[in-house]
C-alpha cells in the first residue's frame, strides 16, 4: 500500500518539479542577454567601478595632486612597480620638505592587488577602470603619473 | 483557403500533354523526390540554426550572430564545411555496413518526412494506414543506428548504439500507443482524413483530457525517439565521445546529423497532425467572422509555424533538464508512461463510446 502511495506522490512531485524547471528556463529565455559585444559596444561599454585597470593620480584643476612623497606605496608594492623621485626643498618658514620630482608607475609589472591605493595616508592615487592597455613595447607601459 | 492540389494538377497535366503516361509519372517522382531532399535540407539548415539560438537564449547568451544578418548564415556554412570535408576509411570496421548504416538512418527519415501532410493537397504519401507505415519506416532508423555502432568495431560505439537501441525500442512503445489513443478517436488512419475531420476544432481540444495527456507522453517519447536531451545517453559525450557515431567522418557523420534534426521535425510533425489539427486552421465553432480570418492564413504556414511550437517545447526540454541515466529511462519509460498510456487508451475508448468529446 505504502509502495503505491510513493509511486504516485513521487509522479506528480517529479512532474511538478519538471514544471518548476521549465518555468525558471522559460523566465531565463526572455531576460536580457549578458553577452559583450567588445569592440562594437566600445562607446556605451562600462567596466564596473571597482575594476582595477591602472593606477592613477587625479590632478586639480590648477594641476595640483594630494600627493606628499611619503613613499608608503613605494614601500607597499611587493613588485616594485611604483618608483618615487624626491626632492628636498625649504619653505618660506624655514622649514625642510619633501616634495614628489616624479612618480614613476609600471603598469607592465602591476599586480593590481590595491596595497598602494589603500596605504596612500592622503587618497592621492586611484585605480581607474580602463583596460585597454596593450601596446608594442614594454616602455611604453613604464608611466609618470604626475 | 489556397488548395495546393491545384499547382500539382497543373503540373500532372503539363506533363502529360507531351509525355507518354509512365514518362510522366517517372518524371513526377524524380520530381517530388527532388523537392523532398531539397525541403529536407533547408529544414534542418533551419532546424540547426534554430536550436543554436534557442540554446544560446536558454543561457543567456545571444548565440550565432557573425555570419550574415543575425547568425543566418553560420548553418549553411557549417554545411558547406561538412561537405568538404574528408571521409576517412577506418581499418577494422565493417566496411559495407559501416558504409551503409548513414543511408539507413536517413532513408528511414526522410520516407516518414515524406508522409507528412504540409499543406492543403501538399502530401506526397496518402493511404488509408498512413500513420501505421510513418510509424514503420521511422523505426528503421534504429537499424541503421545498431549498424553503425556494430561496424565501426570500437567500444564507445556499441555502447552507444545499444543504449540508443534500448530506448528507441522502449520509447516506440510510448509513441504507438499515444498515437493509437487518437487513433481511437478519428478512427481512421489515414492523414488527410485526421486532418479533415480536425476542420472542427483540433483534437487536442476535442478530446480533451485524454487527447492532452497523449499529446503530452507523445512529446516525451518523441524526445526520447529522436535521441535529444534528456534523453541522449546515446551520444552522452561526456561518457561515449559521441556514441554511435564517433567513428564517422565528414558527409557521413553529416547524415546523421541532419538525420537526428530532421527526426525531430517529424516528431513535430506528427504531432502537429495528429494534435494541433494538421494544415488546419484554427476554427472556433460560432465564431464565423473569426473563422474566416484564420482562413486567410496559407496552410503551409499554420503546418510550419504548429511544428515550430513543439520543436520550440522539445528544445526547452533539452536545455531544461539534466541527462538520464540509464536504468532511470527505462523506469521512466516501463513504470510510468506505458501504465498511464494504457489507462489513457482506455479513458479514450469510453470518452468515444459515451461521446463525452465536443
Known amino acids: 500500500m505504502r509502495s503505491t502511495k510513493t509511486y504516485f506522490s513521487t509522479f506528480f512531485s517529479g512532474l511538478l518539479s519538471l514544471l518548476k524547471g521549465m518555468r525558471v528556463t522559460i523566465r531565463e529565455f526572455f531576460t536580457k542577454k549578458t553577452t559583450e559585444q567588445y569592440p562594437e559596444n566600445r562607446a556605451t561599454l562600462k567596466m564596473f567601478d571597482r575594476f582595477r585597470g591602472e593606477l592613477v593620480m587625479p590632478h586639480d584643476e590648477n594641476g595640483n595632486n594630494k600627493c606628499i612623497a611619503c613613499g608608503l606605496c613605494q614601500a607597499n608594492c611587493p613588485n616594485g612597480t611604483i618608483r618615487i623621485t624626491t626632492d628636498t626643498i625649504t619653505t618660506e618658514d624655514g622649514k625642510k620638505k619633501k616634495v614628489l620630482v616624479k612618480y614613476e608607475y609600471d603598469l607592465g609589472s602591476c599586480i593590481f592587488c590595491q596595497l598602494c591605493v589603500k596605504n596612500c595616508p592622503r587618497n592621492a592615487i586611484e585605480f581607474r577602470p580602463t583596460f585597454e592597455h596593450a601596446v608594442f613595447t614594454r616602455s611604453k607601459l613604464i608611466k609618470q603619473l604626475n | ?358
Not at chain 2, 195 to 209: P, S
Request: charged residues 10%.
Open chain 2, 1 to 358: 483557403m489556397f488548395d495546393f492540389g491545384v499547382v500539382t494538377q497543373w503540373i500532372d497535366e503539363l506533363l502529360r500533354s507531351f509525355l507518354p503516361g509512365t514518362a510522366a509519372t517517372l518524371v513526377e517522382l524524380v520530381l517530388i523526390g527532388l523537392c523532398l531532399l531539397v525541403g529536407y535540407a533547408v529544414i534542418a539548415l533551419i532546424l540547426i540554426y534554430a536550436e543554436r539560438k534557442v540554446c544560446a537564449f536558454f543561457q543567456c547568451r545571444i548565440g550565432p550572430n557573425r555570419v550574415g544578418p543575425y547568425g543566418t548564415i553560420q548553418s549553411i556554412a557549417d554545411m558547406l564545411k561538412m561537405l568538404t570535408k574528408e571521409i576517412i576509411e577506418i581499418n577494422h570496421v565493417d566496411r559495407f555496413l559501416f558504409n551503409l548504416a548513414p543511408f539507413m538512418v536517413i532513408i528511414a527519415s526522410v520516407l516518414a518526412f515524406g508522409c507528412l501532410p504540409f499543406a492543403k493537397g501538399l502530401h506526397v504519401i496518402d493511404f488509408n494506414v498512413g500513420i501505421f507505415f510513418l510509424i514503420a519506416v521511422s523505426s528503421i532508423g534504429i537499424v541503421g543506428i545498431l549498424l553503425a555502432g556494430w561496424a565501426s568495431n570500437n567500444k564507445y560505439s556499441l555502447i552507444g548504439a545499444m543504449r540508443s537501441g534500448a530506448q528507441m525500442i522502449s520509447y516506440e512503445l510510448s509513441i504507438g500507443l499515444s498515437i493509437l489513443t487518437l487513433v481511437v478517436f478519428s478512427g481512421t488512419m489515414q492523414l488527410s482524413e485526421i486532418v479533415e475531420q480536425q476542420a472542427a476544432g483540433w483534437f487536442i481540444f476535442r478530446g480533451h483530457i485524454p487527447a492532452f495527456i497523449a499529446f503530452v507522453i507523445y512529446v516525451i517519447a518523441g524526445t526520447a525517439e529522436t535521441n535529444r536531451g534528456p534523453f541522449d545517453l546515446p551520444e552522452a559525450d561526456s561518457e561515449l565521445t559521441a556514441g554511435y557515431h564517433t567513428e564517422y567522418s565528414g558527409m557521413h557523420f553529416g547524415f546523421f546529423y541532419l538525420a537526428e534534426y530532421l527526426n525531430m521535425f517529424v516528431v513535430a510533425g506528427v504531432a502537429t497532425t495528429l494534435f494541433l489539427g494538421g494544415w488546419m486552421p484554427l476554427h472556433i465553432p460560432g465564431w464565423e467572422g473569426f473563422n474566416q480570418v484564420m482562413d486567410y492564413i496559407p496552410s503551409l504556414i499554420w503546418f510550419a509555424g504548429k511544428c515550430a511550437v513543439v520543436i520550440f517545447i522539445i528544445m526547452w526540454f533539452k536545455w531544461t533538464f539534466p541527462r538520464l541515466r540509464i536504468d532511470q529511462l527505462l523506469h521512466l519509460e516501463w513504470k510510468y508512461l506505458l501504465p498511464i498510456n494504457l489507462c489513457n487508451l482506455l479513458l479514450m475508448v469510453i470518452v468515444v463510446v459515451f461521446k463525452l468529446h465536443f
